[in-house]
């Protein structure tokens, strides 16, 4: 009954995308038990439905009872914008593009990855942009969150302009499905977070609302990455004890080497057991990279007992410089420069690096790092 050409009524509960949209058939893949179909539109209006949206579809015209339930596998945008459903008896949730370390993708709670840094300057935003961009085409869904809170910066250096923030929210006027937006190739974007510094001082019923807001958010991501700021104050480090693991990002500067240690030193006197990552960026020579990798893996380990993973490292590149001036990810844009290569492996490993919460899972999500931060900034008196 579905052929090339049939008009399609989709339907989605998925709370940020909640509606009612036309599409066609464009061709249908029984062995595979996919089918393509156009873009949805609604009202005219090209709707970037993600990856792993579960949709009611039915011929348009046809009564409520001759739709099936399918999942959103994969979408392109060129030569033609197309969905890719599964058919009828083919629902996965893993069925969207696999992770590539052959597990599926978490359920329904997210992996909090605080990025972070000792020294202002080094790359952190730059890196979870395009970290978040690396592993959404991996097939994970991923949320950014800025919560540098100096700045706020990533909708800017996006290009995106959101309407909406979490002041919104957390005065009542709007939703989280409404204040997220969806940035390059699926990344969700929570803007204007700097009023998480706040958190102390919400009142019962704003906090409520936040902790339902991240509940529901925890259902749509796999991952959330934090973008924080730099430095040593309660403002960054909480966040970091908050999170699931730390990524710090160093250059090879040896003031900026100095301030990663510091920064290290604080969080791991604070807390122990955490799960702490490392990324040079802007190397220039390799025995630059093996230097700081030396040095700050075996400090940690000699003077703090604290491990530190290795993950990689980014060069210094005017291909990187580029991408910024041109507001699009360097990994979007220029897909096979040598930056956009290692970063494809530092995500990979870090990928295959197990967290402590996935042996716990119990002990997960952005439900347990709310609460978790609200205890520390409630501690902190900030
Ligand atoms: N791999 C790279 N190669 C060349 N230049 C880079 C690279 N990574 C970052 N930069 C440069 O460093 C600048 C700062 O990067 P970014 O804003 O990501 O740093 P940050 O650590 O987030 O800074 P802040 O501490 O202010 O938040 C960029 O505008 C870019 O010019
Ligand atoms: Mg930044």
Known sequence: MLHPGLPLKLTTNNSLYRGNYDSKVISVDEEEKQLIISAPLQNGRLILLPVGTILKVRPAGSSEDLGFQAEILSRTFQPQRTLTVTLPHAISHSGRAKPQDGSQAHGH??????????????????????????????????CLIDVDLGTANIEFLLNLNPPYNIAHLLNGEKSIDEIIIEGPENLLILPGASGLDRLANLSQWQFTRLVNSFNKLDQISDIVILDTGAGISANVTNFLLAADEIVVVTTPDPH?????????????????????????????????EARVKLNLLKACQDHLSQPLTYLGAIPESKTVIRSIREMDPFISRYPDCSAATRLQGICSRLIGTKTKVEQEPEKKGLHRFIGELQKLFNASGE
């Open 256 to 288: 900026a080497v100095l301030d990663a240690y510091a920064l290290i030193k604080t969080a791991a006197q604070k807390k122990e057991g955490l799960q702490i990552k490392l990324i040079v960026n802007m190397v220039e020579k390799a025995s630059d």
């Open 109 to 142: 709670t997210a992996r909090v990855i605080a990025v972070t840094s000792g020294k202002g300057g080094v790359g952190k935003t730059t890196v979870s942009i395009n970290m978040g961009v690396a592993l959404s085409r991996m097939g994970y869904r991923v």
